[in-house]
Nanobody, 117 residues
Framework: HVQLVESGGGLAQPVGSLRLSCSAS????????MGWYRQGPGKQRELVAS???????RYADYVKCRFTISRYHAKNSASLQMNSLKPEDTAIYFC???????????WGQGTQVTVSS
């Protein structure tokens, strides 16, 4: 049984910071590409950032230089450090793990991030 559990969401002010964490069980994330997605109100789910098992990361243009994705294999977890938050970052953020061969994807339940003054 695979579980991804996000934590760290909440309310932040513009220009503030939050750190999201994704803890995995049932898989060893060292074999998976990890990603953070988000879905804002009335919007489709979109990729925010991803990181390969060998720690090659990619970011959506709108979060470059503000967000940092990391992975911690010893803890079987991944994170998303979010700095310089903007109201448009408000969304439910989902953790994703994708298998390297089968492309099997696993999803967390999401954590709400609200950026508002």
């Amino acid at each position: 049984h695979v579980q991804l559990v996000e934590s760290g969401g909440g309310l932040a002010q513009p220009v503030g910071s939050l750190r999201l964490s994704c803890s995995a069980s049932g898989i060893m994330i060292g074999y998976y590409s990890m990603g953070w997605y988000r879905q804002g109100p009335g919007k489709q789910r979109e990729l925010v950032a991803s990181i390969t098992p060998d720690r090659r990361s990619r970011y959506a243009d709108y979060v470059k230089c503000r967000f940092t994705i990391s992975r911690y294999h010893a803890k079987n977890s991944a994170s998303l450090q979010m700095n310089s938050l903007k109201p448009e970052d408000t969304a439910i953020y989902f953790c994703n793990a994708e298998g390297p061969l089968t492309r099997q994807s696993y999803w967390g339940q999401g954590t709400q991030v609200t950026v508002s003054s």
